[in-house]
C-alpha cells in the first residue's frame, strides 16, 4: 500500500507559479514511477507529466511541456510539479499517483491521493 497526500495548490493568476508537493509514504516510494494527473469541472481525468523510479526519465503533456517540471527525492518520499507561466485552462484538481511502471493512463497508476485545488484566473 501506497499513502499518498497533495499539497500546495491555490488561486493564482494567470502567468504566474505555483509548486506543488505531494508525499508518499508506506511502500518504498522508490520503487514507484509517479506521475501527477488533473481533472477539470465535468472533464476526464488527464496526464500531466510523470518521473521514472531513479527520476531520469521524465514525460509531459503536450498541454504543459515547456512549462511544467516534475521532479522526485526519494531520500524524502516526494514528488514535486513546478508550474509556470500557468494559464486559466490549468484550473483543475491536481492529483498525485503511483504506479509499477511508466505510463499516461489513468488506469496504470495504482495508488492516488485525495487532489489539491489549482485555481488559475484570467
Known amino acids: 500500500q501506497v499513502q499518498l497526500v497533495e499539497s500546495g495548490g491555490g488561486l493564482v493568476q494567470a502567468g504566474g507559479s505555483l509548486r506543488l508537493s505531494c508525499a508518499a509514504s508506506g511502500r518504498t516510494f522508490s520503487w514507484n514511477v509517479m506521475g501527477w494527473f488533473r481533472q477539470a469541472p465535468e472533464k476526464e481525468r488527464e496526464f500531466v507529466a510523470s518521473?521514472?523510479?531513479?527520476?531520469?526519465?521524465?514525460s509531459y503533456a503536450d498541454s504543459v511541456k515547456g512549462r511544467f517540471t516534475i521532479s522526485r527525492d526519494n531520500a524524502k518520499n516526494t514528488v514535486l510539479l513546478y508550474m509556470n507561466s500557468l494559464k486559466p485552462e490549468d484550473t483543475a484538481v491536481y492529483y498525485c499517483?503511483?504506479?509499477?511502471?511508466?505510463?499516461?493512463?489513468?488506469?496504470?497508476?495504482?495508488?492516488w491521493g485525495q487532489g489539491t485545488q489549482v485555481t488559475v484566473s484570467s
Open positions: 518521473i521514472s523510479k531513479s527520476g531520469g526519465r521524465t
Open positions: 499517483a503511483a504506479a509499477t511502471s511508466i505510463g499516461v493512463w489513468v488506469q496504470e497508476y495504482d495508488y
